[in-house]
């Protein structure tokens, strides 16, 4: 392996940038040439590159957001936009690519490697997972998860001050279109009334009624319910609260504040730990691969089985949920 280049893609989480680091300087110490690809799968078809070295890391460790941009591509999910990609790819003659996002991002690349491969050739693929929602099936943990908590924490602690001095009910909701973690992990660590995740079902008078009514008879008189956008929207919750309950609540949309921001020490680390991998899985021919941790190790999967693994729902933390916030306030 001589030449390799690294992407950024799909939604962008904080840590993105310490992957990154960690492939160029990987690659750079083991005599492999690295190309950062800006604004994800775009740049292959747009012949949009630098090359990179270890410099050209420096500094962002600690820096949210993606220093090589990042996009959703519309044109690289056809065969005729992956052929544009192809030609760069040979023009730069890389070995392989980093590509760091999520499952959307991975499944481009196997489909670039798939039509590579057609072609007689080869060009390997590794995935390091990185978005906020952790909603990759094959990894425990995603790059940027920890801090889009502790960004969002900070955020209902803060609204929880004034809902407790108003006495009032807030309606929080966090990102999270397909996966309730953030929701799971924020609802438990803040001590909220109710929590609401695409995972289950929602039944409103279980689950926000009654809850609710539970903690005003213990003898609060402040209600946060965080909502994942996946489980519905907080401006109807706050409707239908207002309806059934005769009580007037704030509604707060968190939203791409959960995106941004510094590292946290776990994201810093695990990226670290995953961008080199990655390099390592490359150097040693090992292509097609998803960088995973498993039980706090970091591993290297298929990248093909690897997609079609499904994350089992978190059934130990919601008893924790739900042991620990019903029936009373925070
Ligand atoms: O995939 C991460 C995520 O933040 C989701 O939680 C959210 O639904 C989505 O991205 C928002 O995407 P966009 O950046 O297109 O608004």
């Not at 590159?49 to 962002?60: A, E, K, L, T």
């Not at 924020?186 to 289950?200: F, K, M, Y």
């Not at 298929?302 to 042991?323: G, I």
Request: aromatic share 4%.
């Amino acid at each position: 392996v001589k030449r390799i280049g690294v992407l950024t893609s799909g939604g962008d989480a904080p840590g993105m940038n310490a992957a990154v680091r960690a492939v160029v300087r990987t690659a750079v110490n083991r005599g492999i040439e690295c190309i950062g690809i800006r604004r994800g799968w775009n740049g292959l078809i747009n012949h949009d590159f630098v090359p990179m070295d270890s410099n050209s890391v420096s500094h962002i460790i600690d820096k949210g957001g993606t220093m090589l941009y990042t996009a959703r591509s519309e044109a690289f999910m056809t065969p005729e936009g992956r052929e544009k990609a192809i030609a760069t790819c040979k023009l730069l003659g890389l070995d392989g690519i980093v590509a760091i996002g999520g499952d959307g991002t991975f499944r481009g690349a196997l489909a670039l490697s798939r039509q590579v491969a057609q072609q007689g050739e080869t060009l390997q693929m590794v995935g390091v997972p990185a978005t906020i929602d952790n909603d990759v099936g094959c990894s425990n943990y995603t790059i940027g998860f920890d801090t889009a908590c502790n960004t969002a924490i900070e955020c209902v602690d803060k609204l929880r001050d004034t809902m407790q001095s108003h006495e009032r009910c807030s309606v929080v909701e966090v990102m999270g279109r397909r996966a309730g973690y953030l929701a799971l992990y924020v609802g438990i660590s803040v001590g909220a009334t109710a929590v609401l995740i695409p995972e289950r079902p929602v039944d409103f008078d279980r689950d926000v009624v009654e809850k609710i009514r539970q903690a005003r008879l213990s003898g609060t008189t402040h209600y946060m319910v965080v909502v994942a956008e996946g489980a519905g929207s907080a401006v109807d919750i706050g409707k239908r609260i207002h309806e059934e309950l005769g009580i007037d609540p704030r509604v707060t949309v968190l939203g791409h504040i959960q995106r941004g921001g510094s590292p946290s020490a776990r994201d810093r680390e695990t990226a670290s730990r995953m961008g080199y991998e990655a390099v390592q899985s490359l150097a040693e021919g090992r292509g097609n691969r998803i960088i995973c941790t498993q039980d706090g190790k970091v591993v290297d999967l298929d990248m093909e089985e690897a997609l079609a693994m499904t994350k089992v729902f978190d059934m130990e933390r919601y008893r924790v949920l739900e042991a620990t916030t019903t029936g009373a306030g925070d």
